[in-house]
Nanobody, 119 residues
Framework: QVQLVESGGGLVQAGGSLTLSCTAS????????MGWYRQAPGQQRDLVAT???????NYADSVKGRFTISRDSAKNTVHLQMNNLKSEDTAVYYC?????????????WGQGTQVTVSS
């Protein structure tokens, strides 16, 4: 059972910064695409950013230039640095892990961490 443990959420004023971290208990971390998704109340869960095993990143348009995703394979940890936060960034943020091979894939989710941005 893969475990993804998130930390770093909280309350911040608009314009402020937060860093989310997610530590994975899996030997396949270095082979997995890691990502952050978010879900606001009454909304669907949306992609925020992903980083593949080679370090290639992908961001939602709404966070480009403000958020940075990075990974530390030595610590099995992925980070999301969030700057210039806006009220519309308020959501529960979920860590995601995708390990794919020819025959299939294994996708895991963290429990989520709340980010609240006050205006």
């Amino acid at each position: 059972q893969v475990q993804l443990v998130e930390s770093g959420g909280g309350l911040v004023q608009a314009g402020g910064s937060l860093t989310l971290s997610c530590t994975a208990s899996k030997r396949t971390f270095s082979l997995s695409t890691m990502g952050w998704y978010r879900q606001a109340p009454g909304q669907q869960r949306d992609l925020v950013a992903t980083i593949d095993p080679d370090g290639l990143t992908n961001y939602a348009d709404s966070v480009k230039g403000r958020f940075t995703i990075s990974r530390d394979s030595a610590k099995n940890t992925v980070h999301l640095q969030m700057n210039n936060l806006k009220s519309e960034d308020t959501a529960v943020y979920y860590c995601n892990s995708e390990y794919r091979w020819i025959e299939g894939a294994k996708i895991d989710w963290g429990q989520g961490t709340q980010v609240t941005v006050s205006s």
